[in-house]
């Protein structure tokens, strides 16, 4: 959960690196127990992070309808792409 993770790293924490074709990537991050329980706390616990689960949904559903109908409206069904190419 992105939030936990922003509050926890307000704190100590180690970045967890993960070696890959030649360079590092970030695959998590450790912290003292007692910080991660008092953020997990203050941001609602389960049922906060189930909430900005669906928050997270939802909005990636909104972005999927509005660049549908962007792409709708820049080529409308029935409209060929390239008029009077390959006639």
């Not at 007692?34 to 953020?39: D, H, M, S, V």
């Not at 509005?66 to 060929?80: F, L, R």
């Amino acid at each position: 959960d992105g939030a936990l993770t922003r509050k926890v790293r307000k704190g100590p924490h180690w970045i967890l690196m993960e070696k890959e074709y030649g360079h590092s990537k970030p695959v998590g991050t450790i912290a003292p127990s007692e910080n991660i329980t008092q953020a997990r706390k203050e941001l609602g616990g389960e049922e906060g992070a189930k909430r900005r689960e669906k928050a997270k949904k939802r909005g990636a559903e909104k972005k999927g309808e509005e660049n549908h109908k962007k792409a709708e409206k820049e080529n409308p069904a029935g409209v060929p792409k390239h008029p009077g190419k390959g006639a």
